[in-house]
């Protein structure tokens, strides 16, 4: 018998058979909470940012594909539907307490929060509290690890562990100290808590998240520290003696000063990502640094570095990943001016400074309406594209034979 007679029809029953697969390709497959290594926080403090169905074609357009939001809107978590974003969501401060003591309350959040909207908007994520240890709220920090595991238990019971990372992100009021990087240890007030949290996610293998904001770092002491070294631009940079590496800019000398902390205390295999870091482009007269030029400089920076999928000095083989804060500027965040001039974009979509994206334009709504048409058809064509040029290739193989 000829291997040609043999193959007969196969090619094109393959091709029909992976057509048939595509619609629901998204429904099988399992995604990793964190793809690449860049991604951005969607905060929506604000009343005049585009809506979530807009915005989700921004993120494509920019080809983000990590997004974190601090709640769990429904507005949101529905535009998201279908669109192959990887989305973290967050349980508020609020929650804690109550979660904490009852199981049964994390479960109900799931299930109407997660449970619901699987698989079509993939949630890959969910945060429990954000910057409690530290903020000196005793009750909130007893409550953390009990709300963490209840969240666990029920995604446990949910057979939704294998897809959906649970952790808490942390503030830099955490370590006692971070200069020199190698010195940096957990804060004595916050060890009592942060000791079995750290246990707990050793158990999982889950990563240490740390909000780092070198703009923060800066406009507390412009003194000392070197724009530039907070920049990533060219400066002398820091030595550290005990490790004798040499650091050429903040990030990851903050970065790195967290692994000391977690090798300090014995987590040695731990994996420290970013939850949050940005640079203000404007804020009050007093905050040294909040301009626009640094917020691009540092942006369009940290941008390049992050898509180098390189290490540390300390760990030069494991790649940082990070999330930018923030994606538009909220004009009803509280605090000092900074806190509302974080935005990659302008409330309107559009760009607050050139780093490489391309904003929404509502001047030219019938072209963005345009574009999101074209981005819909492209996302839903080109696997289809790929496929068949697959096979094309199985049946010219046939023919050549």
């Known amino acids: 018998m000829s291997l040609n007679r043999w193959i007969g029809p196969f090619p094109f029953y393959f091709c029909c058979f992976c057509m048939l ?33 807009s915005v989700v074609t921004l993120l494509k357009a920019a080809r983000v594909k990590n997004i974190k939001i601090f709640d769990a809107d429904h507005a949101v978590l529905q535009a998201f539907k279908g669109s192959g974003l990887n989305l973290v969501i967050g349980i ?53 690890l009990g709300a963490i595991k209840n969240v666990y238990s029920s995604l446990s019971k949910l057979q939704l562990t294998d897809t959906i990372e649970v952790w808490t992100p942390h503030s830099e009021a955490v370590f006692a100290n971070s200069y020199p990087p190698s010195s940096c240890i ?16 050793a ?70 990502r970013v939850s949050e870091t940005g640079w203000a482009s404007s804020g009050d007269d007093n905050e040294a640094g909040a301009t626009a030029h640094n917020a691009r400089t540092y942006n369009y920076n940290l941008r390049k570095r992050l898509f180098k999928k390189k ?14 804060f923030a994606l538009f500027n909220e004009n009803l965040k509280p605090g000092p001016g900074s806190e509302r001039h974080y935005g990659l974009f302008k409330a309107d979509g559009s760009i607050s400074y050139d780093i490489g994206f391309t904003g929404l334009r509502p001047s030219s709504a019938s072209r963005s309406l345009a574009s999101l048409k074209v981005l819909n058809a492209r996302c839903w064509s080109e696997p289809y594209f790929i496929v068949a040029a697959a096979c094309n290739t199985v049946l010219l193989l046939a023919l050549l034979i």
């Not at 079509?120 to 240890?133: P, Q």
């Not at 957990?186 to 996610?201: A, G, T």
């Open 92 to 144: 508020g401060n609020e929650y804690l307490k109550d979660m904490s003591a009852n199981e049964e309350r994390a479960m109900d959040w799931i299930k109407e929060n997660v449970q619901s909207f699987l698989p079509d908007t993939s949630i890959r994520g969910i945060t429990v509290g954000n910057e409690v240890l530290g903020g000196g709220d005793q009750a909130l920090e007893e409550a953390l």
């Open 186 to 201: 957990f804060n004595e007030n916050v060890q009592v808590y942060m000791k079995p949290i750290l246990d707990f996610f």
């Open 311 to 324: 290490g540390t000095p300390l760990r030069p083989k494991a790649e940082v990943k990070a999330y930018i």
């Open 21 to 53: 697969l595509l619609p629901f390709h998204q429904g099988i497959l399992t995604a990793h909470a964190f793809t690449g290594t860049y991604g951005v926080n969607y905060g929506r403090i604000a009343d005049n940012i585009p809506p979530p169905e």
């Open 203 to 272: 158990q999982l293998g889950s990563p240490f998240y740390v909000n780092a904001y070198p703009f923060l770092a800066y406009k507390s002491d412009p003194e000392h520290i070197d724009i530039n070294y907070a920049l990533f631009q060219s400066n002398s940079g820091i030595y550290d003696a005990k490790t004798d590496l040499h650091y050429d800019n903040m990030f990851d000398a903050m970065v790195d000063a967290a692994y000391a902390a977690l090798d300090n205390a014995g987590y040695h295999d731990m994996e420290v």
